[in-house]
């Protein structure tokens, strides 16, 4: 079997489309959709449903990806590195959310670069959980950390951890909310409603302004949701597409926002925002740890998933 097919056929299966899979690989698309064909004709078996929208393997395309994957990208990589290994440098390709991969994906993997030529170089990518998915599906990272499972066998997703979602704001209004001299240990209401956590006459937490990253106001509803069983009815005020900003323009009180709790551990230990509520089940969102399937197999990605894997036992 002709390994530059079998190449041409793993690309296809990775990127879900024979347009995708002719611009990773420098190739025309009739070009591709040729080598596929000669390959089916070959196995005497269709690897792949044509769909509107790209391809989906077959039963016997998956099986074959499977089989085949891990070897081709071990002979990549051989070839790439060339005759003196130890000399080369492999470069690990990571994307994920801005805010997570570097406050804490990045400086875990730091230590891999190592300072005497043998260890990896790092190239990191920002997005959204879709935009990190596609990308590592299309081929153009190694390693994603994304904020949703991936369906599919295309993708391989191990859970990393867990991040605690928590409700701050500056100290102004935190007072205004009668809530005044709690300081970091927040509020543990006996009951509380859809109205907010305003005590007699204190603002209702509904009529403060509201930081998010977008206008959806996704935080803050996924904590309403979960917490109050309800929608909030704020707008936003300050709209940001950076948690790290969100955080800033909280504490310099431009209204609450809600934020991963190792975002805002520091800030809350300084006094810089109070935390408005401690629900006795605090919002949770899980990381994923995403690889190609198959691919874990090159060393290069198995130790960075390894590695960040041990970090994560230690981010509590």
Known sequence: MDLALLRTFVTVHRAGSFTRAAALLGLSQPAVTSQIRTLE??????????????VTPT??????AHKAAPHLDALMEIAEAGPD????MRTLHLAGPPEFTAERAL???TALTGQDGHGYALRASFGTADEVLEGLAAGHHDL??????????LLTATPLCDEEHVLVAGERWAARLGLGGLGAGGLVPRGFGRGGLGRGGA?????LPVVEVHETLPFVSRYWAAVFDARPAASGAVIVPDLRAVLACAASGAGLAVLPRYLCADALKRGDVVTLLEPPVPPLRTYFLVVRTGTQAMPHIARAHEWLLRAAAEWS
């Open 59 to 64: 039963t016997i395309g998956d099986e074959l």
């Open 41 to 54: 004709r070959q196995l005497g078996r269709p690897l792949f449903l044509r769909q509107a929208r790209g």
């Open 107 to 109: 400086p875990a993997l």
């Open 203 to 207: 603002l209702p937490l509904e009529n």
């Open 144 to 153: 994603a950390i994304a904020t949703a499972r991936p369906r599919g066998a």
């Open 85 to 88: 290994e130890e000399s080369s």
